[in-house]
Nanobody, 123 residues
Framework: VQLQASGGGLVQAGGSLRLSCAAS????????VGWFRQAPGQEREIVAA????????RYTDSVKGRFTISRDRSTNTVYLQMDSLKPEDTAVYYC?????????????????WGQGTLVTVSS
């Protein structure tokens, strides 16, 4: 299984980006999907997670009200809309597919990981 994360880039504080996560096959259809990030010198952290049908979404406190996770099951793609970006959002963002159908928030619940896309927010 291959996951392709895309959409990262350089943006000014207050700007927006939309990340996409596409799977090489219909792996996303019945599984939860999460977005994680890792900033330099810091541990990887969960950003957002969504369950198999999009009915349950979870966010880390620092992005609530600014980020939105969604999924399109017809295209096997999961998105992370990031608005009102802050310099502290700068990190490599990874998408991952959970072992279950739930919106899991711990990295141990995920067994497939994408290669990461860099998001840089300038002040």
């Amino acid at each position: 299984v291959q996951l392709q994360a895309s959409g990262g880039g350089l943006v000014q504080a207050g700007g927006s980006l939309r990340l996409s996560c596409a799977a090489s096959r219909r792996t996303l259809s019945n599984n939860g999907v999460g977005w994680f990030r890792q900033a330099p010198g810091q541990e990887r952290e969960i950003v957002a997670a969504i369950n198999w049908n999009g009915g349950d979404k979870r966010y880390t406190d620092s992005v609530k009200g600014r980020f939105t996770i969604s999924r399109d099951r017809s295209t096997n793609t999961v998105y992370l809309q990031m608005d009102s970006l802050k310099p502290e959002d700068t990190a490599v963002y990874y998408c991952a597919v959970a072992r279950s159908s739930f919106a899991a928030t711990d990295s141990a619940s995920y067994n497939y990981w994408g290669q990461g896309t860099l998001v840089t927010v300038s002040s």
